[in-house]
Structure formats: C-alpha cells, structure tokens
C-alpha cells in the first residue's frame, strides 16, 4: 500500500513490477519507429511551424566541449552549492529554484542582505540554448553567465579568493574539479566553475508536448492548442520568439507599463554596448515553461500570462487579440510546459566544510 | 561513457543491468538471514552499545498515525515549498537544506528581511526521534513544530491565514490535501501543514555504520571506531546521549564558552517553564550526523566538533580528554554519519501559483 515506506524492504515485488515494465518498453522501443519525424507524413501544421522552431536537442553542447558526467556532476554540486555566497546562504538554486522552474517566481530576486536585484531572473532550464545571457545579452554562453551572479554584491555577494577558498579547503571538490578537467594541471580556476555550472546547464533541457509536436506526434497538442499555434503564427509571434527555445536569439526595444508610467525605463542594452539604438533593448525571452515562470517581463511587474500576451502583442505586433485568440494563444503556451530532468531535481549531498573553510558572513 | 546524457536512450542496456542487479539481490535476500541481530552472536562491545542505544527504526511514525504516501508527499511538498513565507523566497529547506544533513550550516539561521535567529537551527534528519522539539523542548512533536517557524516574524514571517491562502489559491494542494486526509471534510486547516511536513519528517532518519553494527555487524565499526565508542561510554557520554538518536530525550543545563565570556546566556527553558531550575537549560542534542551538522551548540558559537568535545566532556562530565582520546570519540562520531533518504533527495515540482495566490512581500 505504502510505496514510500516500502521502497527498500519491498525491492522483490518492485523488482518484478519493473522487470515487467521494462521488457515491455524494450518490446516497444522494437516496434515503434526509431525517430517519428523522419518516418511519418507531418501536416501543414508541423510544418508551419518546423519552419521557425525546432525540437529540443538531447542536450545544448556544442562540438567538441568536454560534457563527461564528472563534470556535469560538479556543475550540479557547484549550482546547489550556498558557500560559494559570502553569506553560505545563496546558491544559484536560491533564485533559479529547480522545484519552481528554475526560477523564484519573485517580480526580481532578493540576493545577499536582502538587497533586490534589477531586474526579473530567467530560468535556467533551457536557458544555454540561448545566443546570449542575461536581458541584455553581456554574456555569450552559459558558462560566462553562471559566473556573475556569485561575485555580485547583490547577489551572492562573493569574491573569486572566496569561492577557490571554499573549493580548495574541501578535498572532495579538489578531486572532482581534477576529475572533470582532466587534462588541466591546476583546474581550479574561477573560471571552471562556470565551465562546470555551464555543463549542469547543458543538460537542463525540458521536452515539452511542443517538441512531441515536432517529432512528429500530431496527436501531442489539443485541439484548442493547434488553435492557438494557428493565432500565434497569424499575429507574427514567431518572428522574434522562434529557435529551439522559442526565443533567447534576438534583441528588441521594450519598455514595460510600469516603466512607461513611471517614466522611469531601464536602458537596458544600451549600458552594455553605449549604442543609442540598443537603449530599451532586451533579449526576447524564451517562451519554453513560459507558464510556469512568472512574474513577466523584465522588471517582474506582470503576473498575469493572459495579460503579458496582450501588453506584447500591443507593443511589439500593434495587434489587439480577441479574448478568444488570447485564451488560444494562452492554451498554446501551455503546451511548451515541460519535463524536468529528474536527474537535475536530485538535491546532491554537498561535502562537509573542513577548518580551513572560509566562514559565512551576513555583512 | 557518459551515463547522464544517456539515462534515457540507453533503456534497453541499462534494463540488463539492473535486472541482473535485481535478481542477484533476491536470491541473495533469499540466503542472507533476515534479521542479523536475532541470528548472530553479539560482541561484548554491541551489547554495552545496545544498553544505551538502540537501532533505528524503519520510519517514527508512532501506532495509529496516518503514514500514507499521499500524506508523505504532501509534506515534501510543504517542506519545500517557498511560498509559504510571506516573501515567497524561505522554505524549511532554506534553513534545514537537504543537500548539507538537514541544516544550513551557519551559526544561526537568517530569515526574512535578513533577520538572525537567536539559535542554532537543529537538523530535521532523525528529529522525530526526539521526546521533544526545539532547543527548549517547547512543542512535544515535529508536527507541532512543523508550523512555528512558517510564523515566526524572524524567519519566514508568514500568517495562518496567508498560508491556508497560498494553499486554497491552488487546485493541486487542495487536492493533496482531501487525498491525505480522506476522512477530513475540510483538511485545509493550518494544524493539518504540520502534520503532512511533520510526516515527511517521520521518514527522514539516516541509518549509519553505528547503526549497522547495533544491528549486529560487528564489522561495520572500524577499530578505531570502536575504541572510540570504549572512550565515549568510559567517559559516561551516553548518560545523556542515549536512545536511537543518541540525545533529544533530556534537558541539560548549559552555558556556551561564548556565552560565559559576555554575560550573557541563552535562559533556555526556563523561558518556557518560568521554573529557576530549567535556568539555560537545553535539550540534549543528537549526536546522528554530528560531523556534518557544525558549526555546534545552541548558539552555533564552535566549529570544530573536536573542540566541542573537549568542552562538553570539561562541562558536563568534568573530563579532560587525552588528544589520543579526543581523535577516537572523533573516529566514533564519524560513525554516526548516515544516508540521506533518496526520496527526501528528490525535489518535488511544485504547483503554479494562481491570481488567488497571494503575492510576495518582501518588507
């Protein structure tokens, strides 16, 4: 009856159970086809929207990078690791919390001293399929963002001495960081710990109805989904939010309502690049899990989907949606919900501080 | 090579494996005795042990108390679960993180609006094996002190009724909440949060190397280990660090090297009690996991366990350990290291919030 408190004692029972499952999956991985996409006839659908999407990849590295598991797993300590903030409070998982999407469903996050930041967090699921990083695109690539947040006084507040310190006092990170960069004599740098974080990234990649879609299951969106990939297409959506994430490629000019009637925008781009043409200028966001990531838009101000449709559709398309294309569109989103990978939902357990472990300070 | 990358695609191969893995455990369930307490003969040693310490049991839920999966989850879920805080952002994990046993690893615990706690946050591993809860043993169980923190203005701040409103805003709670307590008509009630979180709670106990050897494996201890435990039980340590959690049964009273240097002790429970007896009386803490649950005592003023030794053994026993004898209490403590549940491992995806859900508030 009690499958939690059995899960050990019961393993014959259990065993059968999956044996049982497990040949009829080998059965049926026999049978289907290997990769629908290629062996069933798409429809107009599909291939409409073939034409600006794409399905997920089993994983976002690119040639030729190291993505051995030694790695990945160091990526995964260090994301879930609160030392490396000088408070040993905040970890990356604090704001990009896996169990809510990787992000903190907070308008913008509370970092170190409880000091908010500037503007809303992105998820990380999905997030290295992006062309750049961060809202205004500083960064190229996952491993050159994972890195910022850590040394940011708002954020986790800490210096690189601190964060090596930490890794170096730990004999159980020295070994990993020579297991996973192993070809470098000294491996641990600052920099490996994004190469490390960026490699967890990587992986962080949720196959969602959508994407089902686009392998070729005509049957892996509703009715009233169809429906709305039909309005979303019609109102040219996809000419900025388009790519395997449905967006993170390109920048365009947005100013919120709360800004606007603040009067008080943020430059956005522009403080990056000092070109008046970026000023307001954001990435466009990714719309994958996009119903599970709220609040909206850059400054956090929208918590309402059905309300950022509107606000966008306004902004960027000058469209005024119905309330019916607004609740297909709204449907339509919802098929790019997607499954986390379980194996980054597993909390892993974090080597013990030894005395030569920088202690945490609140200051 | 790389197994993460491939969890999925290698079903097939993986199935082999673990079905051989399977059907080798089963046969050897078969020939191993099912009780090796029962069937071996215990060293001298195991029985001196047994007399004051006893092994853990399989789960603390206690006869007659519901322990059904449904409740089991829907306390992950709480346990996990930020928006219970009134800033959206500090769940129990926050300060009781599961990646480092149970606890945050900081002298005190930082809540809302970076406010400190007055003592050193006990680990939730094996804490209802306790008699009762809190330094002061002011509630009786963990599903009475489940909900006190949820409350507390220097932790996470929250109201009943900003908690019960989290909860109602959200289909899939409300759902949770009539499956684990089907004989409820309105189980939404506040007391109900502590008896999910405290269920969850009932099943986070970590069996150790001390713990096998309770159970008859002599071998589990290593040698030192053993001379370890000959000095802790010469010395009379397990007068008070006695039953399956090794302490949380009795109260003692104690002043912390810190607190004695300023003049300024912690009353303890004679805040609770109003009697001068229980002046900086605290309970006993358990000694499972005590090398990763640092930095130490109420005030979480020592980080060095060796040092917390020395000064527990001068205060309460009147003992000086040899250096030799403080490295094999040492040895001893390692021992009582346990496994972390892999189902309390796992984070659960929480519900999306709705309008209805009340929305962060960071003052």
């Given amino acids: 009856m009690n499958k939690i408190l059995t899960r050990k004692s019961r393993l014959p029972a259990l065993a059968m159970v999956l044996m049982l499952f497990m040949t009829l999956t080998m059965v049926f991985n026999r049978c289907a086809p290997a990769d629908p996409a ?132 730990m004999p159980a990170y020295v070994e990993k960081f020579h297991l996973a960069f192993p070809d470098e004599e000294n491996p641990l740098v600052y920099e490996n710990v994004g190469v490390a974080i960026g490699a967890f990234e990587r992986i962080l990649l949720t196959p969602s109805p959508f994407d089902r879609f686009l392998n070729g299951d005509d049957g892996a969106l509703t009715a009233e989904q169809k429906e709305g990939l039909e309005v979303f297409m019609g109102a040219g959506c996809q000419s900025c939010h388009r790519g395997p994430a449905l967006g993170g490629t390109l920048f365009t000019v947005f100013e919120t309502p709360v800004e606007r009637a603040s009067g008080k925008s943020d430059p956005g781009r522009f403080d990056i690049t000092g070109n008046p043409l970026d000023m307001h200028s954001f990435k466009v966001p990714s719309l994958l899990n996009i119903a599970k990531t709220y609040p909206y838009l850059h400054d956090g101000s929208v918590w309402s989907l059905s309300e950022t449709i509107d606000i966008v559709a306004s902004d960027m398309l000058g469209t005024e949606f119905t309330r019916e294309e607004n609740s297909l569109i709204l449907a339509f989103l919802g098929s790019l919900t997607g499954e986390i990978p379980g194996y980054a939902l597993e909390l892993p357990v974090l080597p013990p501080s030894t005395p030569e472990t920088p202690r945490p300070a609140f200051d």
């Fill in 38 to 169: 290629g062996q069933t006839e798409l429809s107009e659908l599909q291939k409409k929207a073939l034409a600006f999407a794409s399905p997920l990849p089993v994983h976002a590295f690119e040639e030729g990078m190291n993505k051995s598991d030694d790695l990945i797993e160091l990526g995964k300590m260090l994301f879930y690791e609160p030392r490396l903030s000088k408070s040993g409070l905040i970890s990356c998982n604090t704001c990009h919390n896996m169990a809510t999407f990787g992000v903190d469903q907070l308008p913008v996050s509370i970092g170190h001293m409880w000091q908010k930041g500037p503007r809303n967090a992105p998820t990380v699921l999905n997030a290295a399929l992006h062309s750049t990083q961060f809202w205004d695109g500083r960064e190229p690539d996952v491993e050159a963002q994972a890195i910022m947040p850590i040394l940011d006084p708002l954020e986790m507040a800490a210096t690189e001495d601190h964060v090596l310190a930490v890794l170096e006092s």
